[in-house]
């Protein structure tokens, strides 16, 4: 169920699918202690722009901390032990976002400054290399893992390289430190190859779509495979609802599939548009969504009604 209360009560269920018009930090407030499982939020970024749905904070280093200091301590708060936070902004704030974000979560717990590159259409410069990035802050609390941090690349025609069986195409790689047990399992179940001499190479095996093959590697803190929306990117036309900020699917998509799993809790505490809980219903995951704008939740309850599940 989908709700909307302009005032929360006390306290939030801990599993819950709702969104919020509220003062995101009052809304914090109300939700219990360890219960969030990932926490993504696409921050103010410090420009100082009035954007028509919102303003936004002035690029000053007292601004910045007097409204993020007490929620960023919220949002620790509300985040189980084992929870991520992801905050996303542009270069203006995020050298003190990451001084806050140390002293709040821990140094220890900094996995990664993400760089989401991106093409713009934006007018040239000569004082300055044109902006084509944002920056995204992950921490993660405890031994937590990502569960899903692949993406698959297409191979092309030429297959130099690689090697093909009964079972399809494969490349070959060392086994590092695998155990012998570990390699006699590998090999019972077709994914060794010993050559000659008796050396074990581990058999990678392509994935066929209809379109080709693809190969499955791990995701680096560089995603310039994901656009945003502007006068290059035609495709994404769709799925952009006239909200300044809004950012594509792919990129929550990826976020939440890493850091969750079905059925976990997910919080944006500046929903804007409402792509996370859209991403979330599609994806079966809870959620909780706030934003202090009524027009980012009447856009959010739109798409959510029309969003699959």
């Keep these: 169920m989908i709700e909307q209360p302009q005032n929360p009560t006390l306290p939030i269920p801990r599993v819950t699918s709702s969104v919020f018009c509220s003062d995101n930090l009052e809304l914090m407030k109300t939700i219990e202690s360890n219960t969030i ?5 696409d921050i103010l970024y410090g420009t100082g722009r009035n954007f028509g749905d919102y303003q936004d904070l002035k690029p000053i280093r007292s601004e910045i901390e007097a409204h993020y200091l007490p929620r960023l301590k919220e949002m620790h708060r509300v985040l189980k032990d084992t929870g991520s936070i992801y905050l996303q902004m542009d270069t203006r704030i995020n050298h003190w976002m990451r001084c806050i974000m140390d002293d709040i979560f821990g140094y220890e717990n900094f996995r990664n400054e993400i760089i ?10 000569k ?10 802050l992950f921490y993660a609390l405890g031994n937590n893992i990502l569960y899903d941090c692949e993406y698959l690349e297409k191979i092309e025609n030429n297959y130099s390289g690689y090697y093909e069986d009964e079972k399809g195409w494969y490349q070959m790689t060392g086994t590092g430190d695998y155990s012998d047990e570990s390699i006699l399992k590998l090999k019972e179940n077709g994914l060794i190859h010993t050559n000659g001499k008796g050396k074990h190479y581990l058999k990678i095996y392509l994935i066929k779509k209809e379109d080709g093959l ?12 994901i ?5 290059v990117n035609k495709h994404l036309k769709k799925q952009f609802v006239g909200y300044s900020t809004q950012k594509p699917k792919a990129l929550i998509e990826r976020i939440i599939k890493a850091s969750t799993n079905e059925g976990d809790l997910v919080a944006d505490f500046y929903l804007g548009s409402g792509t996370t809980a859209v991403v979330c219903k599609e994806l079966n995951r809870n959620f909780i969504g706030c934003d202090i704008n009524p027009r980012a939740i009447e856009i959010t309850l739109k798409r959510l009604n029309n969003a699959r599940s």
């Excluded at 499982?37 to 939020?41: N, P, S």
């Excluded at 693809?214 to 495979?225: F, G, M, R, S, T």
């Excluded at 656009?227 to 006068?231: A, D, E, L, P, V």
């Design 214 to 225: 693809y190969k499955a590697k791990q995701l680096k803190d560089v995603w310039n495979d």
């Design 227 to 231: 656009q945003t929306f502007g006068g």
């Design 127 to 136: 004082r300055k290399y044109r902006p084509s990035h944002d920056v995204i």
């Design 37 to 41: 499982d990932l926490i993504y939020c």
């Design 116 to 125: 989401w590159a991106y093409e713009t259409a934006g007018r040239k410069s």
